[in-house]
DNA sequence: ACTCAATGTAAAATATATATAACATCATGT
DNA sequence: ACATGATGTTATATATATTTTACATTGAGT
């Protein structure tokens, strides 16, 4: 499960981690480890991050069938 | 946070509970409480459970942006 | 050189999702 | 009437997400 969490987040005029985290009801930590994929968040969360970036869930968050074991961050990490 | 899941296993040739829980890797009881609302499952079910009826994340759940609170079942339960 | 904002990280605590086991109801088929 | 499969439901346990607190690093600005 990888996100482009960082990346949507640098283009919103360099919106910072602690402020992505208050915007959506989140500690910043909480916005770090998401962003690390160190774990998938609920899908609560991923609504309300989504949303905020005008984007579907699909957009912000990608999943491939049988890859639940790495721990990818950005989509671009892909080898 | 409302969901199509029941309309979707019926419309899949009454697919049971159960049958649906194995699979997407969880048990019937954790199917029943998704259905009913109960709680909004992780993004990974999400996705594991769109997937599987050839869904995007956002046309199995429906998400309102202030509507943490309640706990309804399927979109026609909203009044 | 100093400060400060942004980020990384980690341990411990709390909240929530999920599993397991058990029992109940209801419908259908025999 | 009985058996069986599907579902509802609840209590307890476990796994995982999230918070809180704390400390370290790095880069920009002064």
Redesign the interface.
Known sequence: ?TNEVRLLRFLAQDMTQAELGRRVGLTRQTIAAIEQGRY????????RIA?LFGK???EV?H?Q?GG?QGTQTTSSDIS
């Open positions: 499960m998938s968040p609920s899908l609560d969360v991923a609504f949303h579907r869930v699909d968050f999943w069938p639940d």
